[in-house]
């Protein structure tokens, strides 16, 4: 397994319409080619790498990785990509979806592949291990294990002049960040525990989670809207973030801050 | 006696010149695709010199073609052209204008073959996707779609619109 990493980007670039298409690997992240001009652009970082656009980048264009429970729940009226029965044998098997969607770490370096990175005992990462990655607006990014976010969440941060709050659903796999401050108070944010009866005996309960903030007791969804209190109706800014492996993140962000645990 | 040691290379002359051909036509298809391939990681060097050759394989390789079919057609019109020879003749020119063919092309959508078009349907009739599946979500404007990474993973590069905005859903 090479890129674990999803990303969408905005097509046009000085008023030009690109449309993209594989054409190899830097660094076991792909490499994008664009018809118009056959410039070469890296995926992960959406910078142009070869040809007449060098040095450009592309557009981010706000999205969220979550579970198709939770998305299709939160949209009824979205559509959704088909699937196409000529591609039916390549689409990833019943295995691989299992093996994605229950452990962080899904990878090893094997006989596919070399990491481009070496491991750093200080920072106590696996190379193989998943994170997110926080990017604000400015472009500033900050890993975060997905192991820490787990055992955490919500995790309250500082990073890049922002208050930042990250999120982990009730599904343990779709991951939110948000902007804590509202209406120019910083807000500290806990989660409520909710015990649930089993629906059945082999199946763990799913309740949606519910945040509370310190300040006005309100209680917010995993959307980021105040569902309760004084500040009902108010609505968290989303921040992206977008998930990686460590050592993709780190090969393509040498000088980036990673969040450990307890560090706040 | 001279003189014979110098035409029995010269009769050789097209037959070597066209196997150089052939090797110089794979080298370039190979080349700039292993340079950009997942089993070595890549420096900044690797990343120019693949993107030169493959914006100059194309049109060497179809000029070693032209040579190569000219040759070809030189050698096979000798009066002592054996059929072992021109089965080898034909086995080369097809080895140049298959190279030719390749770099007309993307050698990774070999591997992953892009959707020949983008359809997207409503989520409350899909049944496609799995509740645990992870989806990429996209909205503009009160429109919203969604990706699922069992079929990006594969495909890696899905061009689309949402809201008349176009963008490309990368994984």
Redo the contacts between chains.
């Keep these: 397994m090479?890129?674990?990493?999803?990303?969408?980007?905005?097509?046009?670039v000085d008023n030009q319409?690109?449309?993209?298409?594989?054409?190899?690997?830097?660094?076991?992240n792909?490499?994008?080619?664009d018809e118009q001009t056959?410039t070469?652009w890296q995926?992960v970082t959406g910078k142009a790498?070869?040809?007449p656009l060098a040095g450009k980048r592309?557009e981010p264009?706000?999205?969220?990785?979550?579970?198709?429970?939770l998305?299709?729940r939160e949209?009824?009226?979205?559509?959704?990509?088909?699937?196409?029965p000529e591609?039916a044998e390549?689409?990833?098997p019943e295995t691989?979806?299992e093996e994605?969607?229950t452990e962080g770490v899904a990878i090893d370096g094997d006989e596919?592949?070399?990491f481009?990175v070496e491991a750093d005992p200080d920072d106590g990462l696996e190379l193989g291990e998943l994170i997110f990655a926080l990017r604000l607006p400015d472009g500033r990014e900050k890993a975060y294990p997905l192991r820490l976010l787990r055992e955490q969440s919500p995790v309250l941060d500082r990073f890049g002049g922002r208050d930042i709050l990250i999120v982990v659903g009730e599904?343990n796999?779709?991951v939110r960040a948000f902007d804590r401050v509202v209406d120019g108070r910083t807000l500290e944010f806990y989660q409520l525990l909710i015990e649930a009866e089993p629906a059945t005996e082999d199946e763990t309960p799913r309740v949606p989670i519910v945040l509370v903030d310190a300040e006005t007791k309100s209680e917010w969804d995993f959307s980021g809207l105040a569902t309760s209190g004084v500040l009902a109706g108010a609505r968290l800014e989303p921040l992206q973030v977008y998930t990686d492996y460590w050592f993709d993140w780190k090969a393509f962000h040498p000088e980036g801050l990673v969040f450990a645990a307890g560090t706040i | 006696m001279k003189s014979i040691r110098i035409i029995v290379p010269m009769k050789h002359l097209p037959a070597i010149a066209l196997l150089i051909l052939v090797v110089s036509s794979i080298t370039l298809v190979v080349i700039p695709a292993y340079l950009v391939s997942p089993m070595h990681s890549q420096t900044a060097y690797d990343l120019e010199l693949s993107y030169t050759l493959s914006n100059w394989a194309p049109t060497l390789v179809l000029i070693n073609l032209v040579i190569g079919v000219i040759l070809a057609l030189m050698i096979w019109s000798k009066q002592d052209a054996k059929l072992r020879n021109r089965v080898v003749l034909v086995i080369a020119v097809v080895a140049l204008a298959l190279a030719a063919h390749v770099t007309r092309g993307y050698l990774a959508e070999g591997m992953f073959t892009p959707l020949p078009e983008v359809v997207r349907v409503a989520a409350s009739e899909a049944t496609h996707v799995l509740p645990e599946d992870l989806v990429l979500g996209v909205k503009r404007a009160g429109e919203a779609a969604a990706y699922p990474l069992p079929i990006i993973g594969y495909h890696h590069i899905v061009n689309d619109r949402l809201a008349g905005e176009p963008f490309v859903v990368t994984y």
């Design positions: 090479l890129c674990r990493t999803g990303l969408v980007w905005k097509s046009i319409l690109l449309t993209f298409r594989l054409i190899g690997v830097n660094n076991q792909f490499i994008m080619e056959g070469w995926q790498i070869q040809g592309l264009m706000f999205f969220e990785q979550v579970t198709w429970e998305w299709s949209n009824p009226d979205g559509t959704v990509l088909e699937s196409r591609f390549m689409y990833w691989e979806r994605t969607r596919y592949m070399d481009p599904d796999r779709s």
